[in-house]
T-cell receptor, first 115, second 111 residues
Framework: DAGITQSPRHKVTETGTPVTLRCHQT?????MYWYRQDPGHGLRLIHY???????DKGEVSDGYSVSRSKTEDFLLTLESATSSQTSVYFC??????????????FGPGTRLLVL | DQQVKQNSPSLSVQEGRISILNCDYT??????FLWYKKYPAEGPTFLIS?????DKNEDGRFTVFLNKSAKHLSLHIVPSQPGDSAVYFC??????????FGKGTRLHILP
């Protein structure tokens, strides 16, 4: 299994509160991704990173920001959480040599509930 | 506007029989297709992929078929086993662009 951890694994927060989710990898992979999974929507890309300090938006990036100051860590921040951001969040990584079409390895997920 | 469509939210198949999961796509520029499998409370795991230069790729019990003219791909699992019960996501990408996932199909393998 690829070395990917996500923290926290579960979080309950209130509307308007800032929330940061962390993804940590031990594989030295170049690409890192944040997805959300919702019933009826499958997996949707929020943001991704193609290197330290290099990030780009996915299809559902509104209300989210990311940062990558080290190869191994990719942070997802909800500046002011809303109930529509209640979801399961997955981090994924892919290998150094390829682009986004390289096999992605997923973390275990973070279940976020915004009340 | 969904570019990758999995029109069957769920599918039940008897153990030992063939499971066929279908996926349609709308973007004719997609040239790489993947299937991921997901168990509850776990992250998705890569299962099998196919490039648009092929029409079939096989890996053990899993075979993916690609019909470019119909913009359709399918995943065949033969024989189906209890451990195959999971959600299966179809995904596609255009050149080196991001991967687009479908909504998933929940497969139930019946004893």
């Amino acid at each position: 299994d690829a070395g990917i951890t996500q923290s926290p694994r579960h979080k309950v927060t209130e509307t308007g509160t800032p929330v940061t989710l962390r993804c940590h990898q031990t594989e030295n992979h170049r690409y890192m991704y944040w997805y959300r999974q919702d019933p009826g929507h499958g997996l949707r890309l929020i943001h991704y990173s193609y290197g330290v300090k290099d990030t780009d938006k996915g299809e559902v990036s509104d209300g989210y920001s990311v940062s990558r100051s080290k190869t191994e860590d990719f942070l997802l921040t909800l500046e002011s959480a809303t109930s529509s951001q209640t979801s399961v969040y997955f981090c994924a990584i892919s290998e150094t040599s390829g682009g986004p079409r390289e096999t992605q390895y997923f973390g275990p997920g973070t279940r976020l509930l915004v009340l | 506007d969904q570019q990758v469509k999995q029109n069957s939210p769920s599918l039940s198949v008897q153990e030992g029989r063939i499971s066929i999961l279908n996926c349609d796509y709308t973007n004719s520029m997609f040239d790489y297709f993947l299937w991921y499998k997901k168990y509850p409370a776990e992250g998705p795991t890569f299962l099998i992929s196919i490039s648009s230069i092929k029409d079939k790729n096989e890996d053990g019990r899993f075979t993916v078929f690609l019909n470019k003219s119909a913009k359709h791909l399918s995943l065949h699992i033969v024989p189906s086993q209890p451990g195959d019960s999971a959600v299966y996501f179809c995904a596609a990408s255009e050149r080196d662009d991001k991967i687009i996932f479908g909504k998933g199909t929940r497969l139930h393998i019946l004893p």
